[in-house]
Nanobody, 124 residues
């Protein structure tokens, strides 16, 4: 069973930075999609960023230019560097992994394994 485990959340002021980490137990997931999602209070979960098996990264418009997704060489750890944080970035952030979907590649349906989430709070 794949189990992502997030860490690195916390509280920062607007304009600050945080780095989230996601450890994946077991073998390297070289063929997996890996991504970050978030859910703010009272809102639906939304996709933030993802990286595919070739290392191609994609970002939601709301975080483009501020957040960077990366992974270590062995692909057992996923990171999300968050800079220039805004109050609207406040949410529980989730790490997710899964094999590419036949129709949606690394879109939302690909993600089958989810972490427990880590809270990020940005104050104005």
């Amino acid at each position: 069973q794949v189990q992502p485990v997030e860490s690195g959340g916390g509280s920062v002021q607007s304009g600050g930075s945080l780095r989230l980490s996601c450890a994946l137990s077991g073998s390297a997931y070289s063929q997996y999609c890996m991504g970050w999602f978030r859910q703010a209070p009272g809102k639906e979960r939304e996709w933030v960023a993802s990286v595919d098996s070739e290392g191609t990264t994609t970002y939601a418009e709301a975080v483009k230019g501020r957040f960077t997704i990366s992974q270590e060489n062995a692909k057992n750890t996923l990171f999300l560097q968050m800079n220039s944080l805004k109050p609207e970035d406040t949410a529980v952030y989730y790490c997710a992994a899964g094999r590419p979907h036949p129709s949606y590649a690394c879109g939302d349906p690909a993600y089958k394994f989810w972490g427990q989430g880590t809270q990020v709070t940005v104050s104005s």
